[in-house]
């Protein structure tokens, strides 16, 4: 089945940048959707960005557009989210999660989670 693996977590300080990988496995579609979820405590799990094979495109939620950037290494299979000037707010558990569709899809296979601090 589908197997992800988050990495590229820890301590920043504000304005700083991180740069998260998620390594992946296990499609047997070429219509696939990767998405970045994170959830700071007390708060409830929020997507961050998805890229879809099925549009084309890629997609970010408003509060990091600008800042966020999603890329891929297909010779890698793995997907990067490039983070610049991070913020407190951004302090959250990041989590990588696949979909055998669309963005708009359910998500339903999950990588563990990476810790990312954004603190002075």
């Known amino acids: 089945q589908v197997q992800l693996v988050e990495s590229g977590g820890g301590l920043v300080q504000p304005g700083g940048s991180l740069r998260l990988s998620c390594a992946f496995s296990?499609?047997?579609?070429?219509?696939?959707?990767i998405g970045w979820f994170r959830q700071a405590p007390g708060k409830e799990r929020v997507g961050v960005s998805c890229i879809s094979t099925t549009d084309m495109r890629t997609h970010y939620t408003d509060s990091v557009k600008g800042r966020f950037t999603m890329s891929r290494d297909n010779a890698k299979n793995t997907v990067y989210l490039q983070m610049n000037s991070l913020r407190p707010e951004d302090t959250a558990v990041y989590y990588c999660?696949?979909?055998?569709?669309?963005?708009?899809?359910?998500?339903?296979?999950w990588g563990q989670g990476t810790q990312v601090t954004v603190s002075s």
């Open positions: 296990g499609f047997t579609s070429d219509y696939y959707a």
């Open positions: 999660a696949a979909e055998i569709g669309g963005c708009s899809g359910d998500f339903g296979s």
